[in-house]
Each structure stands twice: as C-alpha cells, then as structure tokens.
C-alpha cells in the first residue's frame, strides 16, 4: 500500500543532490527525480492524489484568478490609450 514513498523518498534524494550539483549533472538528477516522482504518482492510492489535487486546484484556480484580472487590467488600459490617440486626433 505504501510502495509510492519508496520512489517519492528517491525524488527527494535526487531533488537534494540537484540543488548540490553543478553543469550537467543536474540535468541528470532533475531527470531523475521528474521520474521518479512520476513514479510515485502512479503507484500511490487515489486517497494520497486526493490530498494533493486539492491544494494544486486552489493554487492553480488564483493563479488563474489573478491573471484573468491583470489581462482584464492591461486591456482596459490599452483602450484607454486607444482612446486618448483618437481624442488628440480629432482636435
């Protein structure tokens, strides 16, 4: 039941020697632990995915929150620009 730790434990093992590792290797260590963590989310039960789906859609939900309104933002300001361009024009 709890085979999924053995590969998480060696994502972190690798993650730590990633941030160790100088050059090239640490390619080699990210590729690793990018597998192994792979791993760990295959093998591990539906209750452990569960547990991290929830906080991943609460942060990906005001990630998104807060860039819907910065593009919202930036295109209320664009048509304010296009706006004060027509205005100097028809003077």
Not at 34 to 44: D, E, H, M, N, V
Not at 76 to 88: A, F, L, V, Y
Request: proline share 3%; with cysteine.
């Amino acid at each position: 039941m709890f085979i999924f730790l053995i590969p998480l434990v060696m994502t972190l093992i690798a993650l730590y020697l990633f941030t160790k590792a100088y050059n090239e290797m640490r390619y080699v260590w990210a590729s690793f632990a990018g597998f192994c963590l792979f791993i760990s989310i295959t093998l591990a039960p539906w209750e452990v995915l569960l547990v991290f789906l929830i906080p991943a859609v609460i942060i990906i939900g005001k990630g998104v929150q807060k860039s819907d309104y910065q593009f919202h933002l930036q295109n209320i300001q664009k048509n304010n620009e296009k706006n004060k361009k027509k205005q100097r024009k028809r003077r």
